[in-house]
């Protein structure tokens, strides 16, 4: 699983696992130091080997009071699993443990008796300035010890469960494979070009729009990707498998997004950046800021986007910049089941005279936790140009022949 | 500084590791790592409202345990780092055995944590009676 790969690496990057191995590595630097000191500094070869024997021994006092608490903590993972469990089952994983931890302490009290023993004052010096001259060795500082505690999360990094309570990014550690519509990161993905979205879709254009647009009017298309979240607040992704598969087959330009998110009380701002990989009319960029209000049966979603196409180094153009402000309301009829609509106003050229319009979609979704992850089924029709209010000529217009139709799925899991 | 205070930052850094971190993981982070997992996608499982808004505050508790069992475990370390040269002075002060310093580095004295387990299982009971069985399997898959 590539994405769970790279979830790691990010996770890695952003610190998620380093603080949980930093003391083991720390610790095994010590180890090693002390090992090593004693080697060099006890001289007489009898007294040297058994000062490493008292280490060797310390060590593995120390392992098996180790092993005990991974059996502790297996003994509690058991009982959690357990339907029938009762106090005596939780309370008999304790016993053990209180054991091991007095055995601990008689061996390690006996090891550094023998080390004591084993080296002279001179020696002991020695190996102290040894050890406790490692950068690492700022971990035995008291006046340190709380350092590098874990800070507490500003966000629970569960996966989110019904539709209309989840926020605009992923919690932390939470990946989403995107083959599938209605997802927080294509919402308003709408440049002038082209409308993006996950899943397999079929877009039908009248002959009108088709033609002013320059877009085929039977479009299918395929698209997947996936999108982390790499902190609590943070989410990037790519959809990565943008596939024209009608009238022509081909690679559509990758769509990158990066989303920062800022929740309050009662509801979420966010500011996502995307951009395409240069098509047709070379890069596309669309910074937006969004608006959402999750609930447990209701939510509002909308925002303002600036779409721009903008060509490219070798091959310019005069920026094509447009104007997005969508619109979604979904109701959870139960958990695992909503539906929802979209509107809103778009107006994919700005230059253009009389291109407002206002798009009206439906969508609906089942949402079900398989294992340990979730999927949501999901299938949207919109009208994406239904009304013109204001054309260039003429009046008001509803376009009921160009439509849009879209269908797919999207897993979610936690990554770590 | 001493050998021996370098041994007991060992020892302490030892004693953290084999109470905290991974590998094995710290028992609160498995433990919160398991009520988190659970509390978002309670509602998806429970169907009825009011067992699944008790149980996600369940699991959400089971969160605060988990970082008042870390808070009380450092706790713990700073005092076993600082309260012997406070107790006693002179050579006794550089004897760690006598003055305590090394048991309480290897297994600092977590009254808290103890409260904590109690209560996480309390929790947990408790959980089992808000749940079916198969609805109890269903959450226990996600961790």
Redesign the interface.
Known sequence: MLWVALATAIMLLSGE?SR?????A??AL??AA?RKSTIQDVADAPRRAAALRAIAS?ESG?EA??RQ??T??AC??A???K?G???AD??AC?GPLETE?AS??QS??SA?SS?EAA?TESE??H???A??ALPE?H??D?TR??EG??P?PSR???????MSERHSTL?RNAVAIMYGPISSATFGQRFPSRIIDGGTSYAHLDQSLSDASGVPPNLWNMRGGARVGMFDDFEAGALFMPLQLGPKFHYDPVLIFFTQQFRFRRFDLAFRASFQTPGDTGWSIAPGTFLSIPGQRLALRTGVILPMEVGTLGHKISPIVGLNVPLRVTWNI???FFVLTDSGVAYDRLAQQGGLEVPLGFGTGY???A??K?IDFTATFSWDHWLMPAPAQGSAQLHWEAYRVAAGASLYF?AL | ???????I?????????????????R?S???SA?A??????????V?DRGR?ERLRAIY?EV?TLG?EL??AR??A??HC??APERRTSGPAARD??GSGA??CL??PPLTESHAA?DR??QL??EA?TL?T?RE???L????
């Open positions: 696992l949980e191995a930093d003391d083991g720390t610790l010590l180890l002390l310390f120390l009071y180790r608490l991974a502790f903590k509690i993972t009982a959690d699993q339907y469990a009762t106090r939780y309370d304790r931890r601990l302490r390690l009290v550094q080390y080296v002991r010096a190996v102290a300035a050890v406790m060795a971990l035995l008291p010890a709380g505690h874990p507490v629970s990094r569960g996966l989110e469960g019904a919690p139960v958990p695992n949402t079900m936790l294992g340990s979730v936690q | 500084m001493s050998f021996w205070r370098a041994l930052g060992v020892g302490a850094v030892l004693g953290a590791v084999a109470c905290s971190s991974r590998p094995p993981p028992l982070v498995e433990l398991r988190t997992a659970k509390a978002g996608v309670v509602n998806l499982v169907s699944a959400l969160v970082r870390d808070r450092v706790a370390l700073v780092r600082t760690p055995i090394f048991e290897i297994a387990l996480y299982t947990m009971l089992r749940l069985q109890f399997e269903k226990a898959r996600m961790r």
